[in-house]
């Protein structure tokens, strides 16, 4: 992170002046001085209070000079998952679809059949909606095998159901929580098999419609054709000091796991809903959603108590308060919505910035909630220190160094490969995650392997650099050039000594394992 100066912010009037307006010039100054060091061009910011609504923008939805309003469009990110189990909650509370008869206890297959097949059996027969719902199907994220086309036409939720029976789960069901979006794309395919309507439909009739949310929309192509203006992506460079914009992406392949586009004035009602407890949900379908399912961590890393994880909510306990949130992100844009139901009180924020927009957001999220808890200085958690990168320590080591981190029984004088680099490259191919091409590449003074995977829906490219004999570090950039991760690459090698497959691992040695490795198998 830098401190570099960005250009002059400014802010939009709220629309409201009453005096619990949380939006004043002692604000403004923070909240400018908070994008600055965090290097996020703007921020669109709401505060439900009571059943009173304030909003405010500040700083650029797009470089040089247009202002975030409170009306200005953002990528939502995964915060619309909490669209998708709130429509599946009022349906089941409708009680009009016997498929729904066991509620939230309904096994999926029971109701799309043989679209949903995982590799072991028993969990095919029994996983269930709230599994999927609440992230212990013993799925991992298995983000990098969602493609947006399958056989020459855009991928469907049905497609990306499908593919299940070609991912490895990596635990037991009902063991543990591990966040799985494709499970969200699940869900929405149960909701659209159900309903016989689009997932967006569906969520219009039953959320947006009855909350007069005319600002939120399904796809960028919905989003560029609406009156509001769509803020643009940025990326830091810290080499030039200077913003790189992103392109747009579409977001219809996301479906409920995070296809919205919308604002902090639309999420607002959406916000005040969930706080009044209002329409258009019954009374059992607002416990449903705020009704805690599984631990999701036992240790909390930035603020409150261990936190739980309900209808893609998470809930902790902060400041003697229940604190209910979930965040979003997408390629160059974050997304945070909090509600406190015991006070009536809930933010909203969206960002445009790629890796730090949620970090500001939550800083600037937490100020205004502990002013409205008026909680002493010395008793805040100081959430923008917590947050920033940790310095060197100054031992000439890098704790953060990937070989390290992957590798860290590697020999100090690395071996070379036993097969030559050009021989390495070719086809590569998995059932789930799909074909890789791996060519030489020249980066600066070092030829590489590389691979670009732009027919995904996390578009990609990998980067693969020798550490020792046949295992490699394969960086993981996205779209815009920014890192991902960092994964293990080993190359299996035939008796001929040609390479019969790379498999790859996502998570360092000595930990908990976030992904089942994948073996890609070499083809002509």
Not at 162 to 175: G, S, Y
Not at 212 to 226: G, I, P, R, V, W
Request: some cysteine.
């Amino acid at each position: 992170m830098s401190l570099v100066t960005t250009p002059a912010l400014g802010a939009t009037p709220s629309n409201s002046s009453t005096s619990n307006n949380p939006f004043d010039p002692a604000f403004a100054r923070f909240a400018n001085d908070v994008l600055k060091q965090w290097n996020v061009p703007g921020i669109s910011l709401a505060v439900v209070d009571g059943g009173q609504i304030y909003s405010q923008g500040y700083g650029f939805a797009t470089l040089p000079d247009t202002a975030v309003t409170p009306d200005t469009l953002f990528y939502a990110g995964s915060t619309t998952k909490a669209f998708t189990a709130a429509t599946l909650a009022h349906l089941i509370d409708s009680n009009n679809y016997t498929a729904l008869s066991k509620r939230w206890s309904t096994p999926i297959s029971s109701i799309i059949h043989d679209d949903f097949v995982l590799q072991d059996a028993w969990s095919t027969a029994h996983i269930t909606l709230e599994d999927a719902a609440v992230h212990r199907t013993g799925m991992p994220r298995h983000d990098y095998s969602w493609a947006k086309q399958v056989q020459g036409r855009s991928a469907t939720p049905r497609d990306v159901v499908r593919n299940f029976r070609n991912l490895p789960q990596n635990a037991e069901p009902r063991t543990r929580f591990q966040y799985c979006n494709l499970m969200y794309v699940t869900l929405s395919y149960v909701i659209e098999f159900l309903t016989e309507k689009p997932l967006q439909d569906a969520m219009r009739d039953v959320i947006w419609g009855p909350l007069q949310m005319d600002a939120t929309f399904s796809s960028l192509e919905e989003a560029k054709k609406a009156s509001q203006h769509l803020a643009s992506g940025y990326r830091w460079d810290e080499d030039g000091h200077k913003f790189i914009e992103a392109a747009f992406e579409e977001t219809r392949p996301f479906s409920g796991a995070g296809f919205v586009i919308s604002n902090a004035r639309d999420y607002a009602k959406w916000v005040k809903c969930l706080l009044q407890e209002e329409a258009p949900f019954s009374k059992a379908t607002h416990e449903d959603i705020r009704t805690p399912r599984i631990i999701d961590s036992e240790d909390p890393n930035t603020v409150g108590d261990i936190s739980l994880y309900g209808l893609a909510w998470d809930r902790t306990v902060a400041h003697g308060q229940v604190v209910i949130n979930h965040s979003g992100t997408e390629t160059a844009y974050g997304s945070q919505v909090f509600w406190l139901p015991d006070i009536k009180f809930g933010v909203v924020a969206f960002a445009n910035a790629a890796d730090t927009a949620n970090s500001a957001a939550q800083v600037l999220i937490w100020e205004l909630i502990e002013n409205k808890l008026q909680v002493p200085s010395a008793d805040r958690y100081n959430i923008n220190d917590r947050l920033k990168p940790k310095p060197d320590d100054g031992s000439g080591s890098d704790p953060e160094d990937p070989d390290d981190e992957l590798f860290p029984d590697r020999p100090k004088v690395p071996l070379p490969s036993p097969v030559k680099m050009s021989d390495l490259a070719g086809f590569y191919h998995h059932a789930g995650y799909g074909t890789i091409y791996l060519t030489e590449q020249q980066q600066g003074n070092q030829t590489i392997l590389s691979a670009d995977r732009g027919e995904m829906v996390e578009q990609h490219g990998l980067r693969l650099h020798h550490v020792s004999g046949n295992f490699w570090n394969i960086h993981v950039v996205d779209s815009t050039n920014s890192t991902e991760a960092y994964w293990a690459g080993e190359f299996k090698i035939g008796v001929d000594g040609k390479p019969t497959a790379l498999e790859v691992r996502f998570s360092p040695p000595g930990t908990e394992a976030d992904e089942a490795p994948v073996i890609y198998s070499s083809i002509e």
